[in-house]
């Protein structure tokens, strides 16, 4: 089976490493011919090949890693697909706002199988960012995952191999208007109204009513907070007139979160775990406090009075 990536940028380039790590041969082309990427196939070495655009869309399987609104020109060369299989590894972003493109509810793959009729377009790739999508997918004992989600199940199959034989582990979605629906950028893990409204609900109640909620880039997420929040604002028992909750969303914040985690898990493993949940509560919220004082994200981190160690002392107090 060759394999092709079009698109050298950050996604392609970070790409071309689990192949390249895995000595598996793939072709790469981007808009500017084979002689611009020198650089990457000088670091990368003998198996991933640089080639021209028309020859990267004959392969048995073309991982498209470009922008959204640059699927149409990158694809124009292959008309004849004939069964050959599509990897869409784009994501729809509106930009500068980085939140989802409205495409009426439709999945971009679906669009993106519109522009290469008789190709087999499998959704693979998308959901990591490029460095880490470059770096090794062994991790603590384990794999990183990368979901894989497409009309036609064999090759939904034949892309899962490949992740495997790339080293990460495939968790297959389904089709694309099924578990699909959870993989594109802005997609999340509550897809249901309903369930979102009533976790909110939950977290609100106990953890007190924030003036700003961040939230992933789901349009779910941001449709249940403005709801519970339009609902309760006016049972509030303050006399003071309150704000509507500002929302602020953040494609990668299931990303970023679980950089956060690392931390933590770094700390806690070799405790052996906790006894008492209040003591979890503590030692939780300790480490999480200390992390946010080294990302610089304490009130005052950019002064020296108080000091870093005397604002974690006011925090813990
Ligand atoms: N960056 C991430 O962390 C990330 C994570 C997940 C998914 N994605 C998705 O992956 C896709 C690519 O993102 P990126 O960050 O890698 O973008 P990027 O750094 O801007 O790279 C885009 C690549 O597409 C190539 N290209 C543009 N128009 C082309 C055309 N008509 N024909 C052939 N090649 C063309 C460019 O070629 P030249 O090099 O010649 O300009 C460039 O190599 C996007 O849809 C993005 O949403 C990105």
Do not use: W
Not at 25 to 41: C, K, T
């Amino acid at each position: 089976m060759i394999c092709a990536i079009i698109g050298s940028g950050a996604i392609g380039s970070a790409l071309a490493h689990p192949f390249a790590r895995s000595n598996i041969d793939v072709l790469i082309a981007n808009s500017r011919g084979p002689e611009s990427l020198a650089g990457l196939i000088a670091e990368l070495g003998s198996h991933v090949t640089p080639t021209t655009l028309p020859e990267a869309s004959k392969a048995d399987t073309v991982i498209l890693a470009v922008s959204f609104t640059a699927t149409a020109d990158a694809v124009q060369g292959s008309a004849q697909s004939n069964g050959r299989i599509v990897v869409d590894a784009t994501n729809a972003i509106d930009f500068p706002a980085f939140i989802p493109k409205d495409l009426g509810g439709r999945p971009s793959t679906d669009i993106i199988a519109e522009m290469i009729p008789g190709a087999r377009v499998v959704k693979a790739f998308n959901t990591l960012p490029a460095a880490v999508l470059a770096s090794d997918p062994a991790q603590d004992g384990g794999r990183r995952v990368l979901f894989v989600s497409g009309k036609d199940a064999s090759a939904n199959a034949d892309i899962a191999s490949l992740i495997e034989r790339l080293g990460s582990a495939p968790i297959p979605l389904g089709k694309l208007n099924q578990g699909g629906l959870l993989q594109p950028f802005g997609a999340s893990l509550v897809a249901d109204l309903t369930v979102a409204k009533r976790f909110l609900r939950k977290a609100l109640k106990r953890h007190a009513r924030p003036e700003r909620i961040l939230v992933d880039g789901s349009q779910t997420g941001r449709e249940a907070i403005h709801s519970c929040d339009t609902a309760d604002r006016p049972k509030e028992k303050s006399r003071r007139e309150l704000k509507p909750a500002r929302v602020r969303q953040s494609g990668y914040l299931n990303n970023r979160i679980e950089q956060d985690h690392r931390t933590i898990k770094k700390r806690v493993r070799p405790m052996l775990g906790f006894k008492a949940m209040a003591s979890a509560r503590a030692t939780l919220g300790g480490i999480e406090m200390i992390h946010m004082l080294r990302k610089q994200q304490a009130k005052y981190a950019h002064i020296l009075r108080p000091s870093l160690a005397e604002q974690s002392n006011l925090l813990a107090a």
